[in-house]
């Protein structure tokens, strides 16, 4: 998703919570200052690289921002149909790997991404929004029956019972992604495989010209942003080794080369005058998001 509007944040000032170490290498001494929205700040570990709000929304912060969040969604078609497209995209790099087998869609929404998959996979869900589950089984039952309400980490999900575990444009949005993560290590097979895609890019050109206008700073929505860096350390903490990355750009639907490269050149030369605020949201361009898989130590 790219995000192309400013967001008023100011309805969510009083529901910050505390300040939090780094959640890749551990160290609370290390941050510095990586962008500003409001009363909202990113920082990044000068340890590993990690960026992170800090600090970022209360659970009731949170459930007051998601509240409709799959009915909003829903209302825009046109992203809508470029997320279907991307959907297919992501299921056609992930077959590359694996084509068979137990398969969980951590964060599955009301299992769009799952529908894409193909007959290959035996297919299971977990989604803690009550209203896109209910959405799920409303649409497509067959579906619907697979998908468990709930959240990771608070599962009674049998370790060792899947073949591969799916995030897309999920890990970004967790508070706890260092529990995330060991846990998908725990309910993974040996020889496993944890894919992790349409996620937030920091290593890439416009988040670090961009910055709180990069197109995919999202104070609220985006608490941690990867790297394949920092995501490669985190994982390999848990036997989780990177096998292959990709990053999609020209072959998505939101890309407009012309256009972008175009725009890219006017803010560039805005933000070398000292006009950063006269600069917009960034365009979509290469590097801006990833797609990272990862495989189990046997």
Known sequence: MIRSEEVDYTPFENYLGKP???AVCGASDKKESWARSGVFHAVRCRGCGLV?????LTEAGFAKYYTDYIAFRLKNKKKMEQRSRMYELDGDFLRLFVQRGELLDVGCSAG?????LGDGFSKHGIEKDPAAVALARERNPAIGAVIQEGELGKD?????????????????????PRMAVRRVAELLRPDGWYYVTATPNTDSFCAEAYREKWNQFDPIQHIYCFSAKTLGRLCGEFGLKLEAQAYPYLETPYASPEEDYAQLRRDLQLIQQGRRN??????????????????KNA
């Open 52 to 56: 992170w709000i800090d600090p970022f």
């Open 112 to 116: 769009f991404f799952l529908e894409k």
């Open 156 to 176: 009674d999900l049998i370790p060792g019972s899947y073949d591969v575990i799916t995030m897309r444009g999920v890990i970004e949005h967790l508070p706890d």
């Open 278 to 295: 006269e600069v917009g949201r960034s365009p979509a361009f290469w590097g801006n998001m990833m797609t990272l898989i990862f495989r």
């Open 20 to 22: 939090r170490p780094c």
